[in-house]
C-alpha cells in the first residue's frame, strides 16, 4: 500500500497519532500510571541510602516517559486488532510503516508532555536548577519517541494484551535498573556499562543529564541524540515488518 507524496504520508501520520492521543493517552490516569512505576523504585532506592539529587532529576522523568509512553503504546494495536477498529487503518491508502509512524507519534506527544511535567517539579523539590531547559525538553522528545515506537514493535508482535505487557515488561526492567537511572555511568563495571550502552533508556538518562548539569558537552549530548534517533528509526522499521508479516 503506497501512501502518495511523503507530505501525504506525514498528514496520514499526523491524524493516526492524533485519533490515538484522543482515544488513549491524554486521559489523567495515563498521567498517574506513568508516574507509578518510577517515583516508587526512587523511593525505593532513596530509603536504602542517599541519592544524588542530579541523578534523581535525570532519571525520574526518563523512566515515566518510559513507562508512560509504553504501557499505553504495547497494548494501543493489540486491542485494535482484538475489536476489529485495526482493519479500518489496513483499509485505507496508508502504508504500514506510516501506521507506525503515526502510532508513535502520540506516544511521542504524550511522553513529552509527561515528561516535562515531570521534570519540573522534580527538579525544584531536589532544589537542582536545570542548565539548559531547552536541552532538557528536546532529549524528553527524543526519548519520547524511541519509546513510543518500542511500545509500537511490542504490539505488532503481540497477539493479545497479556502477551503485549509481558515483553514490555520483559524489556523494561532490565533497562531501568541498567541503563543508569539509579547507579551512575561513572560507578560502573566495563561490562555493566558495555551492556548499558545498547539500552535506549541509557542515552535518554545521560542526555538529560548532560542538559541538567554539563551542558558544554555538546559531543556527548548530540551522540544520545543521534542514539536515539537511531533507535527510533530501526524501530519503526522492523516494527511495520513484523505488523505485516503477522497480518499476512
Avoid: H
Amino acid at each position: 500500500m503506497t501512501d502518495g507524496s511523503p507530505l501525504d504520508a506525514l498528514a496520514k501520520a499526523l491524524y493516526i497519532a492524533w485519533k490515538d492521543a484522543r482515544v488513549y493517552y491524554f486521559k489523567a490516569p495515563n498521567f498517574t500510571y506513568g508516574l507509578l512505576m518510577p517515583v516508587s523504585l526512587f523511593l525505593a532506592f532513596s530509603l536504602a541510602g542517599e541519592m544524588d539529587a542530579r541523578l534523581v532529576v535525570s532519571g525520574l522523568p526518563a523512566l515515566a516517559v518510559l513507562f508512560g509512553t509504553t504501557s499505553i503504546e504495547a497494548v494501543a494495536i493489540v486491542l485494535e486488532k482484538q475489536t476489529g477498529t485495526f482493519d479500518r487503518l489496513l483499509a485505507a491508502p496508508v502504508s504500514f510503516l506510516t501506521i507506525m509512524v503515526g502510532k508513535a507519534l502520540s506516544g511521542f506527544f504524550f511522553g513529552t508532555a509527561l515528561g516535562v511535567a515531570v521534570l519540573v517539579p522534580v527538579s525544584l523539590l531536589a532544589g537542582v536548577s536545570v542548565a539548559s531547559p531547552l536541552l532538557a525538553v528536546v532529549a524528553i522528545g527524543f526519548s519520547s519517541l524511541c519509546f513510543a515506537a518500542l511500545g509500537v514493535l511490542v504490539s505488532a508482535y503481540a497477539n493479545w494484551v497479556p502477551e503485549a505487557q509481558m515483553v514490555s515488561n520483559l524489556i523494561r526492567f532490565p533497562m531501568t535498573f541498567l541503563a543508569g537511572a539509579f547507579i551512575p555511568f561513572e560507578s560502573m563495571p566495563p561490562a555493566l556499562l558495555a551492556l548499558a550502552r545498547v539500552m535506549p533508556l541509557t542515552y535518554s538518562v545521560e542526555a538529560l543529564r548532560v542538559a541538567i548539569s554539563d551542558p558544554g558537552n555538546m559531543a556527548t549530548y548530540l551522540t544520545d541524540i543521534l542514539a536515539l534517533t537511531l533507535f527510533s528509526a530501526a524501530l519503526l522499521v522492523v516494527a511495520a515488518e513484523v505488523l505485516r508479516r503477522r497480518l499476512a
